[in-house]
């Protein structure tokens, strides 16, 4: 069984026991965490949507982020992903949320946010969000996403009670 698979089973049991619908909205991964999520039978009573926001026109019109919001700071930032993960809770109406916004590669990295730079967030209602900042290096495009989703289900899981032990 993948580290993904048991993560995925994991956030699902977590939200579950909480009384709560879970949530995606993904740039980078393009999906792969609400990929991993409805991998899980059983999943559809626990999650509820995934918005995959892949531009920054999707983040504003999908999930609310704020135009001037990306202008300043950029769609591959904490400010982003934090309004990304809360945009999603209220577009969905949810109770769990994780965000992922980076740079996957092989192009579009700069010197301030290279390849490998990506952000998450994760928002519980109620609760303030929960921000990462990871830099996975000079991993291929697959990597840095596949790594990703393990951090973004780690997020899960934690947002929804339980410490991250990985």
Known sequence: MSRAYELAEEALRL?????????????C???????????????SDA??????????????????????LIEAH??????VARAMATGALNAA?????????????PGGGT?????GLVHFAAARVGRPAIH?????????????REASVLVALEMLCEAA?????A
């Open 15 to 27: 939200a579950r026991g909480a009384s709560l619908m879970i949530v995606t909205a993904e740039s």
């Open 29 to 43: 991964t393009g999906g792969l965490v609400a990929g991993a999520l409805t991998e899980i039978p059983g999943s």
């Open 47 to 68: 999650f509820d949507r995934g918005f995959v926001t892949y531009s920054n026109a999707a983040k504003t019109e999908m999930i609310g982020v704020p135009a001037p």
């Open 74 to 79: 950029g769609a591959v930032s904490e400010a």
């Open 93 to 105: 109406g949810a109770g769990l949320a994780v965000a992922i916004t980076g740079v996957a590669g």
């Open 111 to 115: 010197e301030t946010k290279p390849v």
């Open 132 to 144: 990462r900042e990871k830099r996975f290096g000079a991993l291929s495009r697959r990597e840095i």
């Open 161 to 165: 009670g339980k410490t991250a032990t």
